[in-house]
């Protein structure tokens, strides 16, 4: 694999190419890592009501679908966005985990779990009084998500 760096003083944008012979597990993991990285950096724009508000990644607790509407949940407030949540699994950085059909979580907040055998667990929030389940099928992988993050402290 050969890394290219170009500088151009002239673009509005920074923009990164990837260029390859076939789309494999190692180029996607790439591409999700740089996107990762460049959501990690900005603020995304949410909305509630006629107001837009650009918040930074870290302080999102986690995305729901009511709906028809993606509700984009923190501490004190919930907002709306226009993405849906595929595409939220595309754009969010790594510390970012789906954990049902309609709920993507920031690991980073995660204050506690309560397991529950028969189905669906629930997470609560370090400083906040919202929760949302963890289907069954999604409770491995989160647990691995966050043995990974312990381990890598």
Do not use: W
């Not at 151009?8 to 494999?24: A, F, G, K, S």
């Not at 204050?111 to 099928?137: C, E, G, M, P």
Request: a neutral charge.
């Amino acid at each position: 694999m050969r890394i290219q760096i170009e500088v151009d003083e002239h673009l509005t944008e920074d923009e990164v190419i990837i260029r390859c012979r076939t789309l494999n597990d190692t180029i996607s993991r790439i591409q999700k890592q740089i996107s990762g990285i460049a959501a990690e950096a900005g603020k995304f724009q949410f909305t509630r009501g006629d107001t837009e508000y650009y918040i930074p990644l870290a302080e999102v607790l986690f995305f729901e679908t009511e709906g028809t509407r993606v509700n984009v949940h923190t501490r004190d407030n919930i907002y709306q966005t226009r993405y849906k949540l595929y595409e939220l699994e595309e754009l969010l950085p790594a510390y970012f985990m789906r954990v049902s059909k309609s709920a993507i979580l920031n690991v980073e907040q995660i204050y506690s779990i309560t397991r529950n055998l028969t189905a669906s667990s629930l997470v609560q929030f370090t400083d906040s009084h919202k929760q949302v389940f963890v289907s069954r099928s999604y409770f491995k992988p989160l647990q691995y998500k966050l043995e990974e993050k312990r381990i890598a402290k």
